[in-house]
């Protein structure tokens, strides 16, 4: 890749990731994170630009057509996608670009960026990732048992990746991310 570095973040809904991710971008100046759109609602306290860009499902149709996504996928009902100009743009100007999306949309961009590094954020166990679910208390029971089933697809899929986080310890977690993205950064100066 020209100048920056292209990382892609997945992990089962629950896992941490977002949490892990938050952390990380404190202590990593050059990071920057992609924000996604999404045809799902807000959560409470979700911000359209900041969370996600909210759209229909029309305007995220058009989107496909006018191939302004990176990559998009269908996730639990909704689409997701990582609009295509805002990452070529932060990668080219020597970014460390954070993708924070599922797998099918992870296994896009492996296949189209060859170079991008693969990072899997796994839960202690399915059942710890229940637990977490339930415990966030934004999703109702449909949801969550939607979110299950997408996990175990996803855990199957950890193999896809070049290196794989176990979310225990959040600090810990956060720490060994830290320090994969720094590796990653001398490796290429
Ligand atoms: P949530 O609805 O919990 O915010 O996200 C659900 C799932 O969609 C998560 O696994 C998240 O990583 C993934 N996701 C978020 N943005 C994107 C995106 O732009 N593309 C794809 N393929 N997945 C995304």
């Given at each position: 890749?020209?100048?920056?570095?292209?990382f892609?973040?997945?992990?089962?809904?629950?896992?941490?990731?977002?949490?892990?991710i938050a952390r990380v971008l404190e202590r990593a100046p050059r990071v920057w994170l992609?924000?996604?759109?999404?045809?799902?609602?807000?959560?409470?306290?979700?911000?359209?630009?900041?969370?996600?860009?909210?759209?229909?499902?029309?305007?995220?149709?058009?989107?496909?057509?006018?191939?302004?996504?990176?990559?998009?996928?269908?996730?639990?009902?909704?689409?997701?996608?990582?609009?295509?100009?805002?990452?070529?743009?932060?990668?080219?100007?020597?970014d460390q670009?954070i993708?924070?999306?599922?797998?099918?949309?992870?296994?896009?961009?492996?296949?189209?960026?060859?170079?991008?590094?693969?990072?899997?954020?796994?839960?202690?166990?399915?059942?710890?990732?229940?637990?977490?679910?339930?415990?966030?208390?934004?999703?109702?029971?449909?949801?969550?048992?939607?979110?299950?089933?997408?996990?175990?697809?996803?855990?199957?899929?950890?193999?896809?990746?070049?290196?794989?986080?176990?979310?225990?310890?959040?600090?810990?977690?956060v720490?060994?991310v830290v320090a994969y993205l720094e590796?990653q950064a001398?490796?290429?100066?």
């Amino acid at each position: 890749m020209a100048q920056g570095d292209l990382f892609v973040i997945s992990g089962p809904s629950g896992a941490g990731k977002g949490t892990v991710i938050a952390r990380v971008l404190e202590r990593a100046p050059r990071v920057w994170l992609s924000v996604s759109a999404t045809t799902r609602s807000p959560r409470e306290g979700e911000r359209d630009g900041v969370n996600y860009f909210f759209l229909s499902k029309e305007e995220f149709e058009r989107g496909i057509e006018q191939d302004d996504f990176l990559e998009w996928a269908q996730y639990a009902g909704n689409y997701y996608g990582t609009p295509r100009r805002s990452v070529e743009d932060h990668v080219a100007a020597g970014d460390q670009v954070i993708l924070e999306i599922e797998v099918q949309g992870a296994l896009q961009v492996k296949e189209r960026m060859p170079e991008a590094k693969m990072l899997f954020i796994a839960p202690p166990s399915l059942e710890v990732l229940e637990q977490r679910l339930r415990g966030r208390g934004t999703e109702d029971e449909a949801t969550i048992r939607k979110r299950m089933e997408a996990a175990r697809v996803e855990l199957s899929q950890e193999k896809e990746y070049d290196v794989c986080f176990v979310n225990d310890r959040l600090d810990q977690c956060v720490d060994e991310v830290v320090a994969y993205l720094e590796e990653q950064a001398a490796n290429e100066a």
